[in-house]
């Protein structure tokens, strides 16, 4: 038993269903957090009382590390179904060439760090996203492509970015939907105003 990837697993677990529940409203980033938290959870098995449990930690691991973060980033970008849906069958089909050929993989790597590094340029002017923008590239280069094979001599210390990572933009993606309803409640008021206002009033009875 390696008690303390037991626990790290179980905290990036933890750390991922409070990122699902604070980013419940955003489909794709709950798919995301939901597949890092199954990996997590598998991992805290296997590194614990069932270590028959490997081949499935593997295999979960592998969909967290092409298909979690990347999910996560699209969901924070904002883009409506219908300009997500191109990106997510691209996801799938770079995940289905990286477990058929796995330098594959390098290419999921590439466009997730890019895609981190276009999100940290954009969001440079607020402080409370820096940190885990920077902490999705240290879990993107320990975890993706650039990770050496086998298990990573720092696992545990890339299990508590990652969670403190997923905690973060959960709550900035929780933060981004209030301020959406925010700024959609006074649109809707001034509609719903402007439409009375040029509703033709009832004009009193003739005597």
Known sequence: MQLETVISDAALCAAALAAMALARSRPLAVAGFAVIALAAAAGSLRYGPVPALQPWHQGLSFLAGTLGLPLVLLAYAGLGARRAAPAVGALLLFSAAAWIQPQARLLVGLATLLGWALLLWRERRLPPLVV????????????????????????????????L?????????????????????????ASTGESCANRPSAAPPAP
């Open 165 to 189: 990572a997923q905690l973060g933009f959960g709550a900035a993606l929780r933060r981004r939907e209030m301020m959406d309803n925010t700024t959609a409640l006074p649109r809707q008021v």
């Open 132 to 163: 885990p923008i920077g902490l999705g590239i240290v879990a993107t280069l320990a975890a993706g492509a650039f990770a050496p094979r086998g298990r990573w001599p720092q696992v545990d210390s890339m299990h508590y970015a990652l969670a």
